[in-house]
């Protein structure tokens, strides 16, 4: 079997394993910890590898740093996409005017083929680092929203929501919903504080990056929007037991290919809502008040 067809299978198992043993949400804790840009698929290899890594970078990036790689490190490996350009000979004369825009030379007619490779690279966590003799300590932790109360990131969100968010006595264990139709958020007037800001940040995933047909991806839809909950919720240091994976172990399980294609929308959706918090107006208001 090809390299790289062993390496998605290898992929596969390791996100079928995580999930088997109901490490999600610690997974997902990572995505936030490992504070690197990389794609939801290499945060797996990294999770799969060293669940405790915290800080991930290669070693020219952690040189940058001021900091070296220990001897004998426990070795990550990643893989890096790389673009490629080759040119490929086709016997016999060719239409040159036609929409494959291919060119002519003296051993006939010249195919350019563009495409993405990977490549397998090493990566090391902080904790197999030291600081370098004469280097100062360089920050490398992002900022993040210091909220003195859950009431704040509610308000926070209040201002960023795009619909009326109301708060109504609802019957039954619905904690909230979000309502396409009527345009608005209802959350249960029982509610602690801290249980509506959770199921505010649940509901406003509905509201500004769900597009999965409720009726018929409802466990895509479902999963995606707590996933991304729960990365925003925890980026945030906000509590996050209340957010709920027990439907997802029956479902990825069997359908683990859907799930991997779930992956990198749920990173990109977290990055962009957790930018959309940090940049509020409103936010940068009441801290500074």
Request: aromatic letters at 10%; hydrophobic letters at 35%; glycine letters at 4%.
């Amino acid at each position: 079997m090809p390299r790289n067809k062993v390496n998605y299978a290898k992929l596969l198992e390791g996100v079928q394993n995580v999930i088997k043993r109901g490490d999600y949400p610690k997974f997902l804790s990572m995505v936030n910890k490992i504070k690197n840009n990389y794609s939801f698929r290499n945060t797996v290899l990294v999770y799969v590898q060293n669940p405790n890594a915290t800080i991930v970078k290669g070693f020219c990036d952690w040189n940058k740093l001021g900091r070296g790689v220990k001897k004998n490190p426990k070795t990550i490996f990643i893989y890096t996409p790389i673009k490629y350009k080759k040119q490929k000979a086709i016997e016999g004369q060719q239409n040159v005017n036609g929409k494959e825009e291919k060119e002519r030379n003296a051993s006939g007619t010249i195919e350019v083929i563009e495409g993405i490779s990977y490549k397998r690279v090493a990566v090391y966590d902080i904790g197999d680092t030291y600081i370098k003799k004469g280097n100062k300590r360089i920050p490398i932790l992002d900022d993040i929203l210091e909220n003195n109360t859950t009431e704040e990131l509610y308000n926070t969100l209040l201002e960023i929501s795009p619909v009326p968010v109301k708060t109504e006595e609802i019957n039954g264990i619905q904690k909230g919903y979000y309502s396409k139709k009527n345009q608005k958020i209802v959350l249960k007037e029982s509610l602690s504080q801290d249980d509506k800001t959770a199921v505010l940040i649940h509901e406003l995933c509905h509201c500004l990056y769900d597009d999965f047909v409720y009726k018929t991806d409802r466990n895509k839809s479902e999963i995606f929007v707590e996933s991304v909950a729960f990365l925003v919720a925890d980026y945030f240091g906000f509590d996050t037991s209340l957010c709920s994976f027990s439907y997802i172990t029956n479902w990825a399980e069997d359908n683990i290919k859907e799930f991997m294609s779930l992956s990198n929308k749920i990173k990109e959706t977290a990055d962009e809502f957790i930018e959309l918090i940090k940049n509020s107006k409103y936010k940068q208001e009441v801290i500074s008040a």
